[in-house]
């Protein structure tokens, strides 16, 4: 930094890093800035693929996987790496028993979710990070769903790297962090963007500081207020699922109890989602189809790997209940579903069941 403004610069970006490793009981140090959890996980994986290749060629990660995890995974096999995609049970909820049976001796990194962002699913990480940690294999998590929403604590959970982002939790668009541990084990990481060094050599580039210090501002206010807000919004969750579980055919999709607290996903037979979406007055955020992909119908690829038909992924719909939603608009969106699903089952041709031809992504 050559200049006093530079130096005030340098100041809010330190300060915002202290924040960040604060809310992950990590060090500053091991905070890498980023220009959100698609750029971290990127970095992440393949740094730790480039960095490890003597060490071995072998990945595993998770079919319900975000697409931030899962194509870098795809273009590491492009280069000729090995990776293992594991299944997952009926609930969502990943089996330790698959892992240990994946796990080879040139396994170099393993990537699971904190929490899945389609169905609010919770893997027990703890476990899993533990396990990883006896056999020296790398544990990496996609926490962009999970950060602010559930306590996370990389030390007591053996997590080596863990890609977070500012606009999961109210904060802005285009940034986010990965952290790298620097102690048992110091994890090496290739960079995937070369310049001026910035990051200790990891992300070159100028830091965005009035995003960077929105990150921070946002982790620190979704953490001074998550324990309230995982009791109220499970409560939530839990009212909007009472009134709906009366619907004929509706199923809830994802484990009950090990779940993230504001988010319902669930399928409701016969009924097109995106048909659904039309009936509804958004006062709580509400998706069809697999959520953060694009515009065009596709099959939620989560939902596939849970084993549910074709039809009840289209038939699929996603809450997310946040901050600001009250009981009353859970009510209020409660009983949008049941009439509009109830119309929707007296009109038949209102309620186009996507038809079979969209290939699945996975
Ligand atoms: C939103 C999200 C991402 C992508 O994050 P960006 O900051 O938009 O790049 C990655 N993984 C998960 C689990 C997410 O929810």
Redo the contacts with the bound molecule.
């Keep these: 930094m050559g200049h006093s403004y530079g130096w005030e610069a340098e100041a809010a970006a330190q300060q915002a890093r202290c924040t960040l490793a604060e809310a992950i009981h990590a060090t500053p140090e091991e905070i890498v800035f980023t220009?959100?959890?698609?750029?971290a996980?990127n970095l992440a994986i393949k740094g730790v693929a480039e960095a490890y290749l003597n060490r071995g060629r072998h990945l595993i990660t998770v079919q319900t996987e975000?697409s931030?995890?899962l194509e870098p995974c795809r273009y590491l096999q492009s280069l000729g790496f090995e990776v293992t995609y594991l299944p997952v049970r009926s609930d969502g909820v990943l089996d330790l028993a698959e892992l240990k049976q994946a796990l080879r001796p040139d396994t170099i990194l393993v990537s699971d979710?904190a929490a899945n962002?389609e169905i609010g699913v919770l893997d027990p990480l703890a476990e899993i990070c533990a396990f990883c940690r006896s056999r020296q294999v790398l544990f990496d998590t996609?926490a962009?769903?999970a950060i602010g929403k559930i306590p996370l604590d990389v030390e007591a959970m053996n997590v080596d790297l863990m890609?977070m982002?500012a606009?999961?939790v109210y904060g802005p668009?285009g940034v986010?962090a990965l952290y790298v541990r620097r102690r048992r084990p110091r994890v090496q990481l290739a960079p995937q963007l070369h310049g001026g060094g910035q990051e200790r050599n990891l992300r070159s580039g100028t830091l965005c500081i009035p995003q960077i210090v929105g990150l921070a501002k946002a982790v620190e206010l979704a953490l001074s207020e998550q324990e309230s807000a995982q009791q109220r919004l499970t409560n939530l969750r839990q009212r909007l699922w009472q009134q709906l579980s009366c619907l004929e055919g509706i199923q809830l999709n994802g484990h009950p109890t090990q779940r993230l607290p504001g988010c319902l996903n669930v399928s409701i037979q016969g009924v097109d989602g995106s048909a659904l979406l039309l009936g509804l007055q958004p006062v709580v955020a509400i998706s069809s189809g697999s959520a953060?992909t694009s515009a065009k119908p596709s099959p939620s690829h989560v939902l596939t790997a849970l084993g549910r038909s074709l039809e009840l992924t289209y038939a699929s719909i996603r809450f997310g209940i946040g901050r600001f939603n009250t009981v009353a608009e859970i009510d209020q969106v409660a009983q949008q579903v049941i009439t509009t699903v109830q119309s929707l089952r007296q009109t038949p041709s209102a309620n186009h069941i996507q038809p079979l031809s969209h290939s699945s992504k996975l």
Excluded: F, L, P, Q
């Design positions: 220009s959100g959890a698609t750029e996980n975000h931030a995890v979710m962002i996609d962009a769903h890609s982002t606009h999961k668009k986010g953060c």
